[in-house]
């Protein structure tokens, strides 16, 4: 059974850094897809980031310049680097991986403060 497990959320004052990373286990085999998303209260989950396992990646256009998404094949480990926090990244935010099917993991709450 695989699972996704999160850690490195957290509390920072706006214009602050965290990394999120996001443990694969349960399989050998590397993700064809990993990534992130997030969820802020009262509105829909949204993507962050995401990176294939050739290294290609896609950014939500408010994230861009500042989060950096990377992984270790190796390790089936996804991270997000996130740099020049905003308020407005307050969220859930949540890994995700796609093998013949996609999986999520539990969330992790990062807080921005103003």
């Known amino acids: 059974q695989v699972q996704l497990v999160e850690s490195g959320g957290g509390l920072v004052q706006a214009g602050g850094s965290l990394r999120l990373a996001c443990a694969a286990s349960g399989t050998i085999f590397s993700a064809n897809t990993m990534g992130w998303y997030r969820q802020a209260p009262g509105k829909q989950r949204e993507l962050v980031a995401t990176?294939?396992?050739?290294?290609?990646?896609n950014y939500a256009d408010s994230v861009k310049g500042r989060f950096t998404v990377s992984r270790d094949n190796a390790k089936n480990t996804v991270y997000l680097q996130m740099n020049s926090l905003k308020p407005e990244d307050t969220a859930v935010y949540f890994c995700?991986?796609?093998?013949?099917?996609?999986?999520w993991g539990q969330g992790t709450q990062v807080t921005v403060s103003s």
């Open positions: 990176i294939t396992s050739r290294g290609s990646t």
């Open positions: 995700y991986a796609l093998w013949n099917r996609a999986y």
